[in-house]
Structures are given as structure tokens and as C-alpha cells.
T-cell receptor
């Protein structure tokens, strides 16, 4: 069965620090990959997605993620975080063969100190 | 509408009561999904509709849970005889198709006391 692991449950950074959140998945076939973000008091929003093509994906607000197929990873990065990036981040996977179910990781709570 | 709308935003109910959670998807989105998110966990799939057809209900935990989308737009998730373990955030999402990425609503926080 598919699964998604986010190893960092809580991350605390100072403003301007660089961010990398890990995401690993287990599935042998072709997948689509997503990062969602939930800001305090708001709904889950799509940050970026990978379906095919360039494995380095750029999303909103300066975030990017790199799909490394050999490592089954899709880590999220941002060179310089801001206080407003404080949020919970979820990695998700679904089979590229057209299934609709997303498998989500347990999330990473990021707190950025001003 | 402009986004996915869920109501109520918060629901507190007594154990044993039935609850109905509503989801109004983005206009024109044919696919609608329900997920449940327990505290400290990621969202877990409950059920999926394509237009009015419930294509997959494999994630519904037991027969107390049901969902419908009679006209292919608004959907209702019903939980009968609620139990404390049903307490969670219930999230609805819609999409243009299976591989276009979801748009989530704000969710309904259900607390069973």
C-alpha cells in the first residue's frame, strides 16, 4: 500500500533561514506529488505539484520541490523563510494512472521566529 | 462559487446524535472528495464522487457514515449515532478531474461530547 512519510513533525527556524522539509513515499509505480500548506485558521492550499517533466518544481511564495525518483523523495525547500511561512505543510501522493485518492503525510508544523 | 464552501465550520454534538456536514464545491467541478483529519494526522480519504455518482466509498469507516451528492453539486456527509472517536476535522475538496489537484474547503471541525 502507498504511504507517505514526513519525518520532521515540528520545525522551528529564524527568519531568513533556509528550509528543507522531507517527504518520502512508498509506491512502485508512477506518481503525482503535491505539497499543501495550511496557514493558521485557513484551509489547505496547494503549494506546488509535480506530474511529469522537470523534476524541480517551483510553487507559490518562493517554494520549490525536487522529485528524486531513485530516492522516492519530494522534499520542499525555500532559501529564506519569513515569519508568514509559519504553517503546517503536508506532502501528498496519488497514482498517476488516474486514481483520485491522495495519500497524505502526517504533516510538518513550521514555526518561523521573527 | 469562488471556492469550496463547507458548513457548519464548527459542530459540537452529543454522543448518539446524527450530524450532517455540507459541502458546496467550486462551480463546474465534477469531482468531489471527502477526507477526515484526526489531530496530529494528515487527511485520510473517505469517499469520492464523480458528478452524482459515488465512485468510491472505501474510506468510510463503518456503516454509520454515508454521503450523497444527488444533483452532482452539493454533497452531504452524514454520520449517524455519533461517537467520540468521530471527532475530527472533516474536509471536502473538489477538482476538475482526477489529476488536476484538489481545492479544499475550510473544513468542519466536529466535536462529539
Amino acid at each position: 500500500a502507498q504511504s507517505v512519510s514526513q519525518h520532521n513533525h515540528h520545525v522551528i527556524l529564524s527568519e531568513a533561514a533556509s528550509l528543507e522539509l522531507g517527504c518520502n513515499y512508498s509506491y512502485g509505480g508512477t506518481v503525482n506529488l503535491f505539497w499543501y500548506v495550511q496557514y493558521p485558521g485557513q484551509h489547505l492550499q496547494l503549494l506546488l505539484k509535480y506530474f511529469s517533466g522537470d523534476p524541480l518544481v517551483k510553487g507559490i511564495k518562493g517554494f520549490e520541490a525536487e522529485f528524486i525518483k531513485s530516492k522516492f523523495s519530494f522534499n520542499l525547500r525555500k532559501p529564506s523563510v519569513q515569519w508568514s511561512d509559519t504553517a503546517e505543510y503536508f506532502c501528498a501522493v496519488n497514482e498517476a494512472s488516474g486514481t483520485y485518492k491522495y495519500i497524505f503525510g502526517t504533516g510538518t508544523r513550521l514555526k518561523v521566529l521573527a | 462559487g469562488a471556492g469550496v464552501s463547507q458548513s457548519p465550520r464548527y459542530k459540537v454534538t452529543k454522543r448518539g446524535q446524527d450530524v450532517a456536514l455540507r459541502c458546496d464545491p467550486i462551480s463546474g467541478h465534477v469531482s468531489l472528495y471527502w477526507y477526515r483529519q484526526a489531530l496530529g494526522q494528515g487527511p485520510e480519504f473517505l469517499t469520492y464522487f464523480n458528478y452524482e455518482a459515488q465512485q468510491d466509498k472505501s474510506g468510510l469507516p463503518n456503516d454509520r457514515f454515508s454521503a450523497e451528492r444527488p444533483e452532482g453539486s452539493i454533497s452531504t456527509l452524514t454520520i449517524q449515532r455519533t461517537e467520540q472517536r468521530d471527532s475530527a476535522m472533516y474536509r471536502c475538496a473538489s477538482s476538475s478531474g482526477s489529476n488536476y489537484g484538489y481545492t479544499f474547503g475550510s473544513g468542519t471541525r466536529l466535536t462529539v461530547v
